[in-house]
């Protein structure tokens, strides 16, 4: 006889335990146990059946791997917990005897120091991996850096997660490795590129955030503070794989004048010893005395030895046309589809090096009206080294002054009374030898005004667009997402509409019908005529061969050519213009232009009649309509309700595109109304 098995102690059972079995086991408390989930990345599973996973008759909600609590009772912050939840029990019992002084001693020496840097490590063991894990610590810190401080969300925190935001967009902008972004309703999404890694993240706008009561921030913190260590972790990587020192230089006080990205200075880590670090204090607050020797003659030829070899791009890359040597090709690889039935390709459109100097050449000035932050943020992560703005909108700006000539482009977000200016150009050039002119109806000449959403749909079609599209009070063209393509039969708010392609495609259609109809009719004529007696004409008869037509048909529609002594001219000198011979693989407008371009009366004889084609047409539909109904009822039950479920949400969506194309064909044509007068 078989040994019998105890209940509990194999399958499904084994396999899972519940919240409240793993938080006896580890012997902590509930906030605890989450927040050591959170750091340790394990989360709740679902069992198959949740009645044998659990052991009691009491339904469980929540349920974790048994292998994954067991891995948690060997974490060394379990010990800080533990050492906190002692030291707790301390600091109460010293508050109970009066003894205000101890507590706050204990308190502030002997609390423990929880660092999440040996579980960065062993989460990550790879940078790829901590790239791949990189959109919601992002998503997330970005939000926690705009919000108020209350006392949920601490102003420590919100600092750090501003400053480690803002020393990631600085690799950003040198490593030229923002690729694309997009405005929406919940803030601008970013999207970056790091060794190979797509990295996509939300910035929330700058608008005054609300704390609600019905977010956990607990919980929420607890994400920030292991992300915040992410973070620490990938900044250092990206900053010394550039060759930079970490942490960056801080200017506190252009940061509090709003600096932002201007209040960080890199440094290059070869010549960190010999630049001297300016605004650093001791622990008394004073500034701190340079206490380096002045460099010798050896020294500083050595840092010029140092600074020499530093690779230089020659002049033709600096111009941006480099030369290509013989043999080797500059261009883009295309990628060719092999034999038939191949997969197609995505053809490169324009390299890197091209789209991070897209805005080098120009000068862009931020009115004070747009959106600061991320205007300077993609304008310097795409190659623009000069942007200014307001002196309202912080401090780090390029300049100040609105009226600089060296200016080519400002953006402003309100509408701007156009008139003829006096001096300079207003196409975008400047000219250098004019003299400064006053403004004219708020513009200067020889300077762009153009609206936001140019620099966004420039970065994301990865060229310049025009600029009269973006003219200020312009109507805009729709901001498209760059990560959502277009359908290939589906609605496309890029392309014209409908009814412009369907008579393009209906006329081309039309032609090859015609031309298909005329070669099968002439196939069949051939082969009914074929006993046909060729009639030589003279040369009085200009020279044509008439064949002798069918007894079936019409003696009326024949429209050949008759000699000058059968037909002799009428009286009042009109002459009877012969009729063009129909040529076949050729449509009716086009013979009917070869025979008015030839002075000869075209015969339409050979089209067939709309209601014959109607016919067929009928006919066609009928067919198909046959032939669908035959495959239905050859399906079991089950294919079917399937298909009917594939046309009814085939239909849903068409009906859908219809709706959208009808709202846009009504906005064109009432913007049309709007400038006719009307």
């Given amino acids: 006889m078989g040994k019998i098995k105890k209940k509990g102690t194999s399958g499904q059972a084994k396999n899972f335990i519940t919240r409240t079995q793993a938080v006896r086991k580890l012997q902590i408390s509930l906030p605890d146990f989450r927040r050591l989930c959170i750091y340790k990345g394990i989360y709740p599973r679902e069992p198959r059946n949740k009645k044998k996973a659990s052991k009691t008759s009491t339904p469980s909600t929540t349920f974790y791997y048994t292998k994954d609590i067991q891995y948690l009772l060997h974490e060394p912050i379990l010990n800080k917990f533990r050492d906190h939840k002692a030291l707790a029990k301390k600091i109460a019992r010293s508050l109970g005897r009066g003894e205000v002084g101890d507590a706050a001693r204990l308190e502030k020496n002997s609390k423990p120091r929880i660092t999440l840097d040996h579980i960065i490590r062993a989460r990550y063991p790879t940078f790829v991996d901590a790239l791949r894990d990189l959109d919601d610590a992002l998503s997330l810190l970005f939000l926690f850096a705009s919000l108020p401080s209350t006392s949920t969300v601490p102003p420590k925190t919100i600092a750090l997660c501003q ?3 803002l020393e990631f967009q600085h690799v950003l902008i040198v490593k030229h490795a923002l690729r694309k972004s997009f405005i929406s309703i919940k803030g601008i999404y970013y999207q970056a590129t790091i060794e190979g890694q797509d990295i996509l993240w939300l910035v929330p706008h700058k608008f005054v955030q609300r704390i609600t009561d019905d977010v956990d921030y607990r919980i929420m913190g607890t994400f920030v503070e292991f992300y915040t260590t992410l973070l620490g972790f990938v900044n250092y990587r990206l900053y010394t794989s550039q060759g930079l020192v970490y942490p960056p230089r801080f200017d506190v006080k252009s940061d509090e004048q709003g600096g932002e990205l201007g209040a960080f200075t890199l440094q290059d880590n070869r010549f960190r010893d010999s630049t001297a670090i300016e605004g650093s204090t001791d622990q008394n607050n004073h500034p701190a005395q340079d206490d380096r020797k002045p460099l010798d003659d050896a020294a500083m030829q050595k840092i010029v030895e140092d600074i020499a070899q530093i690779p230089q791009p020659n002049e033709d890359q600096g111009r941006g046309d480099p030369m290509p040597e013989e043999g080797v090709s500059d261009g883009l690889d295309k990628f060719e589809v092999q034999g038939e039935g191949g997969d197609i390709l995505e053809q490169p459109s324009m390299s890197d090096t091209d789209t991070a100097s897209l805005f080098t050449p120009y000068s862009v000035f931020l009115s004070r009206e747009t959106p600061r932050q991320p205007l300077e943020f993609l304008l310097r992560a795409f190659g623009c080294k000069r942007v200014g703005w307001d002196e309202v909108l912080g401090h780090g700006a390029f300049t100040n002054d609105m009226s600089d000539r060296t200016i080519t482009h400002q953006i402003v977000d309100r509408p701007m009374t156009l008139q003829p200016s006096v001096s300079g150009r207003d196409d975008g050039q400047i000219m250098p030898d004019a003299e400064p002119a006053p403004m004219q109806g708020g513009r200067m000449p020889g300077r762009t005004y153009v609206q936001p959403q140019w620099v966004w749909d420039c970065i994301n079609q990865g ?41 393009l495609i209906g006329s081309e259609e039309e032609e090859e019908d015609v031309d298909g109809e005329e070669e099968v009719d002439d196939g069949l004529a051939d082969a009914e005529i074929a006993p046909a007696v060729d009639l030589d004409v003279g040369e009085e008869d200009h020279g044509m061969d008439v064949a002798v037509a069918d007894s079936d048909s019409n003696s009326d529609s024949f429209a050949g050519f008759a000699s000058n002594d059968d037909n002799p001219s009428p009286p009042n000198n009109t002459a009877i213009t012969p009729a063009a011979p129909p040529q076949p693989h050729k449509s009716h407008r086009q013979r009917d232009l070869e025979a008015e371009a030839a002075g000869l009366a075209f015969d339409p004889s050979p089209s067939h009649s709309s209601s014959s084609k109607g016919n067929k047409e009928k006919r066609k539909k009928r067919e198909a309509e046959d032939e669908l109904a035959m495959r239905k009822m050859m399906m079991s039950k089950r294919k079917r309700k399937l298909y009917e479920k594939m046309v009814f949400s085939n239909r849903k969506k068409e009906e859908r595109e219809g709706r959208v194309e009808g709202k846009r064909r009504r906005l064109l044509e009432a913007e049309g109304d709007g400038g006719n007068g009307r």
């Fill in 163 to 165: 400053r480690l935001t």
């Fill in 463 to 503: 060229k310049l667009l025009r600029p009269d599209l973006y003219a200020p009070g312009a109507t805009l063209p729709p901001h498209l997402s760059p990560w959502v393509k277009p359908p290939k039969t589906g609605y496309d708010p890029t392309a014209p509409l409908a009814e412009e392609e369907d008579e």
